[in-house]
Nanobody
Framework: QVQLVESGGGLVQAGGSLRLSCVAS????????MAWFRQAPGKEREFVAS????????YYHDSVKGRFTISRDNAKNTVYLQMNSLKPEDTAVYYC??????????????????WGQGTQVTVSS
């Protein structure tokens, strides 16, 4: 069982930056692939970025490529999402997720086994 707790969300102006963090419980953090998803009001939850347990196999949604960076620190049981050049359309609740399959970096909601409670990101124009 893995428990995930996100932090770092907030209100920022367009063009600004935020860094999200997700801390995982347990001793085997490096055995999980991790991802960030987001859900805007009235929309389905969508993939943002993912990476494997060893920090490789990094994937991004096309809409965030070049602006967002996913990374992890296995010694701290933490995955990060650095978000730069934020746009109003990035406004959403951001969730981190863990997949039991260490090297399988999926892009679909159902592929992930554990979810955090989410953190709100609001980008004003």
């Amino acid at each position: 069982q893995v428990q995930l707790v996100e932090s770092g969300g907030g209100l920022v102006q367009a063009g600004g930056s935020l860094r999200l963090s997700c801390v995982a419980s347990g001793r085997t953090f490096s055995s999980y692939a991790m991802a960030w998803f987001r859900q805007a009001p009235g929309k389905e939850r969508e993939f943002v970025a993912s990476l494997a347990g060893n920090g490789g196999n990094i994937y991004y949604h096309d809409s965030v490529k070049g602006r967002f960076t996913i990374s992890r620190d296995n010694a701290k049981n933490t995955v990060y999402l650095q978000m730069n050049s934020l746009k109003p359309e990035d406004t959403a609740v951001y969730y981190c997720a863990a997949d039991n399959r260490m090297s399988a970096v999926g892009v679909l909601v159902y592929e992930y086994d554990y979810w955090g409670q989410g953190t709100q990101v609001t980008v004003s124009s």
